[in-house]
């Protein structure tokens, strides 16, 4: 029987290849005989291993047929065999609008200079094989793709195939398919051989329908790593906001407790009550009778406020029994059981949190992590007195992110801080996931608006 199938894949992705991917593939009625993995052994990168996976299907398989070929940080749509039975043409199973901005709504049948480029899911006419060697080796319009420092590195096979679409096929017709057959999962899986860290802007697909699959398999892959969900540890939250954002306070609470079970949630709040019910696990703590800073201090400002800073002191203000608590911005919407954050390890550590996208603002080391979603380790915060310092350094120095920045400032270069995956807080700047446990709608104004980026999971519980 031919090959159908390719799967390429790196040495540190063969686990997920074996245990999760091709096992997919078979329930879905694939044979293994029609799957050829194809693993990057010599670790020569994705360009270089491409093109020898290229020389292989030029010297062992029939022009007349065409072979899927597949990443290995992908996770396939229910329907997928049925989907690529039926196509035997060039066409892309596979679009992220960070990959495909140009030509991210041209779906069905395109040219190819319309074509998309992501490369996680493609059809490729066997025929196609050793034309492309040879354009490789002498491209007519000189090596320009050469220009492209990423190339030199290993990178850059996409790119590249569609130029040499671009050249020797430029009036076939390329299918772009929707629903897509792939979802790109590397935020779950870890580096490649070239980028060897956690991605921290997910690039997944635009046109995705089985959510429950990434949820299941979220899991199974959490599990496999120990991070398991289920967790009999009592479990508390904590909130604190000014008396603007009560609206909004109850909008997030709603979804907190609908997916986790919480022992108690904590809401440092300006008053001694909410204009509204709060559920009996709900304790409110009245800020403003015992603030953590002065009236007037280095960061006084209309933004940076006490309910700000009490995201440093929870040590001093929850009561003593409570050795880990999940602090909250109020501006987000809980998706997911959050149970698998109390199996994180804190050993030694303040804090768990998601490592954000700043730029070049990493001023205390290679991880700057977003304050709107925390996991605080008090017990070693209490013994370190963290509280203490990084509340007499908000008194008598300025500071950006005011919370956030001393968090970072002492915990990162002295390695007290954990990352935890990207689902578990998901901002607007960093990129999505198609299986958000948090979504944060950090810096986004009026985010419950409609037309706002992922209104959607916020008016769900309005």
């Not at 089985?210 to 299941?216: G, T, Y």
């Amino acid at each position: 029987m031919s090959i159908r199938y390719m799967i390429h894949a790196c040495p540190q992705r063969m686990w997920y290849v074996d245990e999760f991917l091709l096992p997919s593939m078979c329930e879905q009625g694939i044979k293994e005989s029609e799957v050829h993995v194809w693993c990057d052994t010599e670790k020569v990168g994705n360009l270089k291993s491409f093109i020898a996976s290229m020389v292989y299907v030029r010297d062992n398989l029939p022009d007349n047929e065409c072979v899927w070929h597949l990443q290995d940080d992908v996770i396939i749509s229910a329907d997928f065999k049925t989907v690529a039975d039926r196509i035997n043409q060039m066409a892309y199973g596979f679009s992220s609008a960070r990959f495909d901005k140009r030509n991210g709504n041209n779906t069905g049948l395109q040219l190819p200079k319309e074509a998309w480029e992501s490369f996680q899911c493609v059809c490729i006419p066997n025929s196609y094989a050793a034309e492309y060697l040879y354009w490789f080796e002498h491209p007519p319009t000189g090596n320009r793709f050469y220009l492209y420092p990423w190339t030199n590195e290993g990178k850059c096979d996409d790119t590249i195939w569609k130029i040499f679409l671009r050249d020797c096929h430029p009036n076939d017709l390329v299918l772009n398919v929707t629903p897509n057959m792939v979802d790109h999962i590397d935020y779950l899986l870890g580096g490649s051989l070239i980028n060897t860290d956690w991605r921290k802007f997910p690039a997944v697909s635009s046109y995705w329908k089985d959510w429950e699959r990434i949820r299941k398999l979220n899991r199974a892959i959490d599990e496999r790593n120990g991070l398991k969900y289920e967790n009999n540890d009592p479990k508390y939250a904590c909130y604190s906001l000014r008396r603007n954002y009560y609206p909004h306070l109850k909008v997030s609470l709603a979804s907190l407790l609908h997916h986790t079970e919480f022992e108690k949630v904590f809401l440092l709040i300006e008053d001694d009550e909410l204009p509204y019910h709060v559920p009996s696990n709900c304790e409110i703590i009245n800020y403003t009778r015992n603030p953590v800073l002065p009236i007037f201090h280095a960061n006084s400002s209309d933004f940076h406020t006490n309910a700000c800073a009490l995201r440093v002191a929870h040590g001093r203000i929850l009561p003593d029994y409570v050795d880990r608590v999940l602090a909250l911005d109020v501006d987000t919407i809980i998706c997911d059981d959050l149970s698998p954050l109390w199996n994180v390890d804190l050993t030694g550590k303040w804090f768990a949190g998601v490592s954000e996208l700043m730029g070049d603002y990493h001023p205390y080391g290679e991880d700057y992590y977003n304050g709107g979603v925390i996991l605080h380790n008090l017990k070693q915060q209490r013994a370190d007195k963290a509280d203490e310092q990084m509340i007499q350094h908000l008194i008598y120095f300025k500071v950006l992110y005011l919370d956030e920045e001393v968090l970072n400032m002492f915990a990162v270069p002295n390695g007290k801080a954990v990352s935890i995956p990207t689902r578990y807080n998901e901002c607007w700047c960093d990129g999505y996931t198609n299986d958000p446990a948090i979504v944060h709608y950090c810096s986004i104004s009026e985010w419950w608006k409609e037309d706002k980026p992922r209104s959607e999971y916020w008016r769900e519980w309005m």
